[in-house]
């Protein structure tokens, strides 16, 4: 069983930053491609940003692209995503989420990935 748990969330001003964290309880982490979606009210969820397994790939969604940054620490068995200039629209709850797989691909899909965390708010106030 795969467990996660994410922390880091709060309550920012715009323009400011945040370091999510999520750290699993897995045997080998390097197993898993990781990814950080969020959900804000209303709406549902979407990706934000998704690493491979080596962490030697990622991808981002376009609204993000150039302000978040997601990396991972194998040896702590986390993964982070980095936020900078952050925007009142980025305020949602936000999920790690892994996904056992073979190759070194990332994935976008929230049906790709098999394990989720509780998520951790994210306010952002104007």
């Known amino acids: 069983q795969v467990l996660l748990v994410e922390s880091g969330g709060g309550l920012v001003p715009a323009g400011g930053s945040l370091r999510l964290s999520c750290a699993a309880s897995v045997r080998i982490f390097t197993n898993y491609a990781m990814g950080w979606f969020r959900q804000a009210p209303g709406k549902e969820r979407e990706f934000v940003a998704g690493?491979?397994?080596?962490?030697?790939?990622?991808y981002y969604a376009d609204s993000v692209k150039g302000r978040f940054t997601i990396y991972r620490d194998s040896n702590k068995k986390t993964v982070y995503l980095q936020m900078d200039t952050i925007k009142p629209e980025d305020t949602a709850v936000y999920y790690c989420a892994a996904t056992l797989r073979y190759n070194d691909d990332v994935y976008v899909a929230p049906g790709q990935y098999n394990y989720w965390g509780q998520g951790t708010q994210v306010t952002v106030s104007s």
């Open positions: 690493i491979s397994r080596s962490g030697r790939s990622t």
